[in-house]
C-alpha cells in the first residue's frame, strides 16, 4: 500500500485466533508518503451479529410457517359432495369466477356449505398464497368490529395496544376477506365497508392518515339480503357492490338425491345405513342440512357395535320425526332402497291428497317436486 500509494479497504486477516478486518490508507504530503493510517476492526462482533441475523431469520420464517397454517384453506371444490343439477351449476359458476377478482355473495341455509366454497374460491383465486381471512360479522358489537376490520392507532383509547394494531383487512392484503354472517352487520359499519370496497383504502380507527388495501370480498349469510334491504336493515349499495357473483346454496331437502351419495362418503368405510334409516334421512326436512347430516352420521357410527346403522342407532330427537311405516329386513342395493323409499313417500303423502289438478298440485308443493315430475313418479310406482 506505501509503495503503491493507494488505499485499501477490508482486507481479512488473521493473527493466531483472532480475526480482523483491515481498511488502510496512505498519508501523502505533495507526492510524498510521509506516513500511512490503518483501521482494524475485530471480526467477533461480525460475527455474533451475523448469527444474530441468523437466528432471528429462522424465527420469522416459523412465525411465517405458523401464520400461513392458520389461514390456510381446508377445502377445495372436490370437498362439496353432491350432483345435483343446481348444485353443480352453483360449483360451476363459483369456479368461473373464482380467479377474477369480482366479489361474491354466498347465500343458503344454516350447513349448506358456504364456508366450504368461500374456501374453495379462495384456493382456486391466484391469491391462494396470501392470507384467507374468515371474520364472523355477527360476533361483535359494531364498536369493536370497527377496529377488528381495521385496526387502530397507537394508543387510540385506553388499553389500546401500543404501536397500533393492523385491522383484519391489513391482515388480508393481497389475499380473501372472508365476510361470514354479513347479514348481522351494523348499519354504521356496512358503510364502512363500503367506503373500503370504493376506495380501496382504510383508515386505522383514530388515524388520520390511510391506507391501501387489496383484498378480494367473499361474503356470505343465511338471511334474505334482498328483505333485510327492503326492511332497511342492509344498505341497498353496500347490496348491490357485493352482489356481483352471487351464489345460491340449495338446502338438501331440495337435492334429497344427494343424501345416499352424501351419506355413504361420511360413513366409514365398511358401514351402510339402513333401508328404514335411509327412507327416513330422504323424508326427514334437514333443518341443519348437510351440518346435521353429518353429526346424525358420527352419532350413529358410535351407537352402533356392528357396520349397520338402523333406526334405534338415530339420535332419540330425530325418532320423532320417523313418521315411515317400520320395515324389518335391511338388506337391498342402495338403488333399490331408494326407489321403495320413494314410493313409500309417495303412498303415504297421496293419502292426505286427492286426484284432482288442485289436490295433485297441493301434493307436488308439498314434496318439492313440479306438477310434471310427481305425475311422472306416479305413474313410475304404479
Ligand atoms: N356439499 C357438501 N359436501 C360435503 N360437506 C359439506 C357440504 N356442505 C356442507 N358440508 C359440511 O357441513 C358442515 C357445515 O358447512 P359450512 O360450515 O360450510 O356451512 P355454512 O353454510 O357456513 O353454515 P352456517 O350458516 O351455519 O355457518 C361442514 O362440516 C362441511 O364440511
Ligand atoms: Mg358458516
Redesign the pocket.
Known amino acids: 500500500m506505501l509503495k503503491e500509494q493507494k488505499s485499501r479497504v477490508g482486507i481479512y486477516r488473521k493473527t493466531k485466533d483472532r480475526e480482523y478486518v483491515v481498511d488502510m490508507a496512505p498519508i501523502v504530503v505533495q507526492g510524498e508518503t510521509i506516513g500511512a493510517v490503518s483501521v482494524c476492526k475485530s471480526l467477533t462482533e461480525v460475527h455474533s451479529l451475523s448469527q444474530e441475523l441468523k437466528k432471528q431469520i429462522e424465527k420469522v420464517t416459523e412465525l411465517e410457517k405458523r401464520m400461513k397454517s392458520i389461514y390456510e384453506v381446508k ?1 377445495n371444490f372436490e ?4 350432483e345435483d343439477p343446481e348444485l353443480l351449476r352453483v360449483i360451476n359458476v363459483a369456479k368461473k369466477t373464482a380467479t377474477s377478482d369480482l366479489p361474491i355473495l354466498v347465500t ?1 341455509e ?7 366454497f368461500a374456501q374453495s374460491i379462495h384456493h382456486n383465486s391466484d391469491r391462494t398464497y396470501k392470507p384467507f381471512i374468515p371474520v364472523n360479522c355477527s360476533a361483535l358489537p359494531a364498536s369493536l368490529m370497527e377496529s377488528e376490520l381495521f385496526g387502530y392507532a397507537d394508543s387510540a383509547f385506553t388499553g389500546a395496544m401500543k404501536g397500533g394494531k393492523a385491522g383484519l383487512f391489513e391482515m388480508a392484503h393481497g389475499g380473501t376477506l372472508f365476510l ?1 354472517e354479513i347479514g348481522d352487520l351494523s348499519y354504521d359499519v356496512q358503510a364502512k365497508i363500503l367506503r373500503v370496497l370504493q376506495e380501496g383504502r382504510i383508515r386505522r380507527v383514530g388515524e388520520v392518515k390511510e391506507r391501501e388495501v387489496d383484498v378480494r370480498i367473499v361474503a ?1 349469510t ?1 338471511r334474505d339480503l334482498r328483505q333485510y334491504v327492503m326492511k332497511n336493515l342492509f344498505r341497498d349499495d353496500l347490496y348491490y357492490r357485493l352482489n356481483v357473483v352471487h351464489l345460491q346454496i340449495p338446502s338438501l331437502r331440495n337435492r334429497k338425491y344427494d343424501i345416499p351419495l ?1 351419506s355413504k362418503k361420511l360413513l366409514p368405510a365398511n358401514h351402510a345405513l339402513s333401508k328404514d334409516v335411509l327412507s327416513f334421512f330422504i323424508t326427514y326436512e334437514w333443518p341443519g ?3 346435521e347430516l ?1 353429526n346424525v352420521i358420527d352419532f350413529a357410527v358410535c351407537m352402533t357395535e356392528g357396520e349397520m346403522i338402523e333406526v334405534q342407532h338415530l339420535p332419540e330427537f330425530l325418532k320423532k320425526y320417523n313418521t315411515l311405516p317400520q320395515q324389518s329386513e335391511s338388506s337391498g342395493t342402495l338403488k333399490e332402497s331408494m326407489w321403495n323409499a320413494e314410493k313409500d313417500i309417495l303412498v303415504e303423502k297421496m293419502k292426505n291428497f286427492g286426484a284432482s289438478l288442485d289436490e295433485r298440485q297441493k301434493a307436488a308443493d308439498l314434496l318439492g317436486v313440479s306438477l310434471a315430475t310427481l305425475y311422472n313418479k306416479l305413474k313410475k310406482h304404479n
Request: glycine share 20%; net charge neutral; no cysteine.
Open positions: 377445502y370437498d362439496i359432495i353432491g343458503g344454516s350447513g349448506t356449505g358456504k364456508e366450504l361470514d356470505a343465511h352424501i342440512n348437510v351440518r353429518r
